[in-house]
């Protein structure tokens, strides 16, 4: 079975400061890894996703995440945060057929 | 516009009824998914359907319901709702595509937020 795990429940951060999420999944075969972003009242939507080719990939609003297959890990990132960044993000993994979402972190920038 | 809609958005309820929830998409998605949140904590699956007359349960048990008539339409069925029933429904769609890219990204509706006294 596959599983996800994200370190962070609740970051806090001022605009500009960098951001970094992490994510580590187990599951033993070949993965696909999503980041969903959760605004405040709006849809749950895709960042970004890795499936196969350049372990860094690039998302929408500046966001980018680096699948490392030796450490499990899909950490999200972004360089300087703006206020519009507050939101919940998930983690996703699909392994076998089903998606795996971690338990999500909430972001709050502060202005 | 393609998109996945979901009603009611917000439903609050007495304990013992039936409740249907919506869930329809106009992409021509061939799966869809029903997943329940709770507060703070992870999306859980509880059904799938990977195309007409397909239905599966997910991982999370789960005394709902569901059915697939139609490609673009997957109701969730409570028979008796009870206050262990509140939470967050989400629905979600997808397509098995010959683009790399497209395979297995899902698209959200809004959710529904079930309250049952």
């Known amino acids: 079975a596959q599983s996800v795990s994200q370190h962070n429940h609740h970051v806090i951060l001022s605009e500009a400061a960098s951001l970094e999420l992490g994510c580590n999944y187990s599951y033993g075969g070949t993965v696909n890894l999503f980041w969903y972003v959760q605004y405040p009242g709006q849809h749950l939507q895709l960042l970004l996703k890795?499936?196969?080719?350049?372990?860094l990939v690039k998302g929408i609003k500046g966001f980018e995440a680096e699948f490392i297959k030796s450490k499990f890990s899909f950490n999200l990132r972004k360089p300087s945060v703006q206020w519009s960044d507050t939101a919940e993000y998930f983690c996703?993994?699909?392994?076998?057929?089903?998606?795996?979402f971690g338990a999500g972190t909430t972001v709050t920038v502060r202005a | 516009e393609a998109d996945i809609y979901q009603t009611p958005r917000y439903l609050v309820i007495g304990t013992g009824k039936k409740i249907t929830l919506e869930c329809s998409q106009t992409?021509?998605?061939?799966?869809m998914y029903w997943y329940q949140q709770d507060p703070g904590m992870e999306l859980h699956l509880i059904h799938y359907s990977y195309g007409v007359n397909s239905t599966e349960k997910g991982d999370l048990s789960s005394e709902s319901t569901v059915s697939r008539i139609r490609t673009e339409h997957f109701p969730l069925t409570l028979e008796s709702a009870r206050p262990s029933h509140t939470s967050q429904y989400l629905c979600?769609?997808?397509?098995?595509?010959?683009?790399?890219?497209?395979?297995?990204?899902?698209?959200f509706g809004p959710g529904t937020r079930l309250t049952v006294l």
């Open positions: 996703a993994v699909i392994g076998d057929y089903k998606l795996s």
């Open positions: 979600a769609s997808s397509v098995t595509s010959g683009k790399e890219s497209s395979y297995n990204e899902q698209f």
């Open positions: 890795y499936f196969s080719g350049d372990p």
């Open positions: 992409m021509g998605h061939d799966k």
